[in-house]
Nanobody, 115 residues
Framework: QVQLVESGGGLVQPGGSLRLSCEVS????????MVWHRQAPGKQRELVAF???????KYTDSVKGRFTISRDTAKSTVHLQMNSLKPEDTAVYFC?????????WGQGTQVTVSS
């Protein structure tokens, strides 16, 4: 079984930065494709960014140039560096992966961007 544990959320002013982390249990991290999603109040969950096991990354248009996804294989952790945060980035952020056809999700971490 794969377990995902997010951390790093919080309250930040517009224009500020946060770094989210998602630690993955087990020894399979290197083969996993990792995804960050977010869900704002009253809205559907949306994909924010993903990083493939080989390092290829992709971002949703609204975060391009502001967010960076990366992975640390030695620590079995995926990060989401979020800069120039905007109020519309306020959401619960979830990390996610698929292993052997099963979707695994973390518990989510709240990000609030407000002055």
């Amino acid at each position: 079984q794969v377990q995902l544990v997010e951390s790093g959320g919080g309250l930040v002013q517009p224009g500020g930065s946060l770094r989210l982390s998602c630690e993955v249990s087990g020894s399979i991290f290197s083969i996993l494709n990792m995804v960050w999603h977010r869900q704002a109040p009253g809205k559907q969950r949306e994909l924010v960014a993903f990083i493939l096991s080989g390092g290829t990354t992709k971002y949703t248009d609204s975060v391009k140039g502001r967010f960076t996804i990366s992975r640390d294989t030695a620590k079995s952790t995926v990060h989401l560096q979020m800069n120039s945060l905007k109020p519309e980035d306020t959401a619960v952020y979830f990390c996610n992966t698929n292993f052997r056809g099963i979707q695994y999700w973390g518990q989510g971490t709240q990000v609030t961007v407000s002055s």
